[in-house]
């Protein structure tokens, strides 16, 4: 583990906030990676790298953080100067396709936070990439300046849906993707949010025989695949994952139906 110092934050909205840090592995990190984060005196908690520093203007990479319970409540009140500890980067990553594909990158709430980075690098190998977002009300979107300015620059097609109709299209992620879906050809569809959604997406995916990655989260506590939290299905989400295929997704039973909690009983999605 790396004692890293937080060298600046942002809110991305009321309950999330992303903490930037200088750290040499973290940099080299690929999309959809995650880190264990350690906050000194509370818990040590996975969350997905939501910048890279290799990628980055700052050469910062950061990481984003809704609060839950205790310990996102510790780190989403870090402030600049404050030290954390990180372990990493973990995990799998997403793959990304040749220029003359199409993706579609469906994001739900916190989830978007794993799909930054990929979205960076899509658009640096000049993928066509339309993005949607989803949230509950206008005061939960996150990363608007980011994603604002990528869209203004014509490096995503940016669609966003709110379920109250704040803001964007009124409803919800799913029926827009379903839409969208219908409508276009795409070659991948990337996607990380409420496993329930990402279910939906992947059902979607599969009835337009498109390919998916997805980004699933199950309890993270080794994240080097010894002590057997993450299970799901024949996969450690930490080792395995967190990244998965529809090729793998298919035979996975508990997928969007059953996870497993801290004592190891399975309860429903
Ligand atoms: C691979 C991965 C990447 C993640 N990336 C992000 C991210 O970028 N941003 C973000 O805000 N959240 C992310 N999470 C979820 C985040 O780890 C949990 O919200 C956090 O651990 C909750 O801790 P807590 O003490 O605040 O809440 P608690 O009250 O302890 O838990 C609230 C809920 O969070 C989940 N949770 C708790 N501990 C863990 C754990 N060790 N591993 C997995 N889930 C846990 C459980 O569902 C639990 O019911 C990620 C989880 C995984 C597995
Ligand atoms: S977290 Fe220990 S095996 Fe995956």
Redesign the pocket.
Known sequence: MRIVEVKAVKDENPNVRTLFFADDLCSSAKAGQ?VMVWIPGV?E????L?SIGSQSMDGFSS???????????ALKSMETGELIGVRGPF?NHFETISRSGRALVVGGG?GM??LMPLIDRLTMEGVETTVLLGVKSRRDLLFTERLSELSSRGGINLLVTTEDGTYGAKGLVTELAENVISSERFEIIYSCGPEAMMHKIFKIAEEHRIPAQLSL?????CAIGICGSCVLGPYR?CKDG?IFTSDQLRTVRDFGKFKRGFDGRKTPI
């Open positions: 995650f818990d908690i996975p969350l997905t939501s990481v984003t953080v809704a609060e839950v319970g205790e310990a996102t409540r995990g916190i936070a794993s989260e199950r309890i993270i506590r989400v967190p």
